[in-house]
């Protein structure tokens, strides 16, 4: 049972590009998180979704960040106009239930480096 | 202080000796979580405590929580080079979300 996936593993956009990071969730999981990691920080919930859901987005920043987590296929953040302010480690989370009674399991993350 | 919240932020030991790493949080939970991040690095779950438990073992790790202190302590075991890695608390307070602290970094000296 393969683990949570994401790519790219590292990414390199220049201000103003768009990224997009995607994310398969465990086999079976149907519940899907985004964290993002600041340098020497702890992780900061950014959005939960279940399958073609928004279930909690209060994380996200309003702005340019948008997330979908299609029927088929993976779950996907997508920045817009990325600003080096958007650089950090974003994390993917999966569980097969909600959290409160099953542990979440992470990927190994997407690095994001906007120039 | 924010939920979630670890202390030493960085501890420094030799190998062979215990490492003690402790989590406070603010609001009532459901359960509680220890993760470790090795440097550039995902996270790895290590162990969940549920709010009705007082204390779990899993090999070198025993975790403890006491809710009347709204604490949690992580206590690694005759300690190897290999633990050096940061250590996060995560609490499950605000609905489906984990709420991490800033962890502590844990450097194992051989």
């Known amino acids: 049972n393969a683990g949570v996936m994401q790519n790219p593993r590292h990414l390199v956009r220049r201000r103003g590009q768009e990224a997009r990071l995607r994310c398969s969730p465990m086999k079976g999981h149907s519940h899907v998180y985004w964290y993002r990691q600041l340098p020497e920080e702890g992780l900061k919930f950014m959005v939960y979704?279940?399958?073609?859901?928004?279930?909690?987005e209060s994380g996200m920043p309003k702005e340019r960040f948008s997330a979908e987590f299609p029927k088929e296929g993976p779950s996907i953040l997508r920045i817009q106009q990325v600003v080096r302010g958007d650089s950090a480690a974003y994390f993917c989370?999966?569980?097969?239930?909600?959290?409160?009674?099953?542990?979440?399991?992470f990927g190994p993350g997407t690095r994001l480096l906007v120039l | 202080s924010q939920q979630g919240e670890e202390d030493p932020q960085a501890l420094s030991i030799q190998e062979g000796e215990n490492a003690t790493m402790n989590c406070s949080y603010k609001t009532s939970i459901n359960n509680l979580q220890w993760y470790r991040q090795n440097s550039g690095r995902g996270l790895v779950h290590l162990i969940l405590?549920?709010?009705?438990?007082r204390e779990k073992h899993s090999g070198r790790l025993r975790v403890t929580l006491d809710t009347s202190k709204k604490s949690s302590s992580l206590l690694i075991t005759a300690s190897r080079a290999a633990d050096t890695a940061s250590y996060f608390c995560?609490?499950?307070?605000?609905?489906?979300?984990?709420?991490f602290g800033e962890g502590t970094q844990l450097t194992v000296n051989p």
């Open positions: 979704l279940q399958k073609e859901n928004i279930i909690d």
């Open positions: 405590i549920r709010s009705n438990e």
């Open positions: 989370a999966s569980s097969p239930l909600p959290t409160g009674w099953e542990t979440q399991y």
């Open positions: 995560a609490t499950d307070a605000s609905g489906s979300r984990l709420t």
